[in-house]
């Protein structure tokens, strides 16, 4: 398996290839790894939106987290939470741009295989 399909997701996958018969296991594994990468390819924004809200997270973290003087305790503001939040908020800002991408090219999609079909017509009616 690809190591840009994270560990935990290959764990899963690994699991439910190990229910099937053993003949069947690597074109499950295959299939589904092919299929990861048709969304990842389809939805750029989505991974790199929730990359940067990660990071973004991980320096707020790091911004809002400080040591008591005279103590050995540290008080984190955000819980440590905010990396969680700001990949989830890329994750969903990215997906609504990637959708909005998607939806715009088929529908010029359509439209020019409309074109193309009205075309086709014209040319056949005058023959």
Known sequence: MSETIPFEVQ???LLFAD???ADKRSKFIQTVTREVFTVVEDHPRTIIYAALGWVLGEIIDQLLTFKLPFKDIFICLTADCASDLGAAAGLVTGFIEDRKAIAE???MSRVVAKG???ALGDSHEKK
């Open 11 to 13: 764990e899963k996958l």
């Open 19 to 21: 229910e099937l018969p």
């Open 105 to 107: 090219r088929d529908q």
């Open 116 to 118: 193309i079909k009205d």
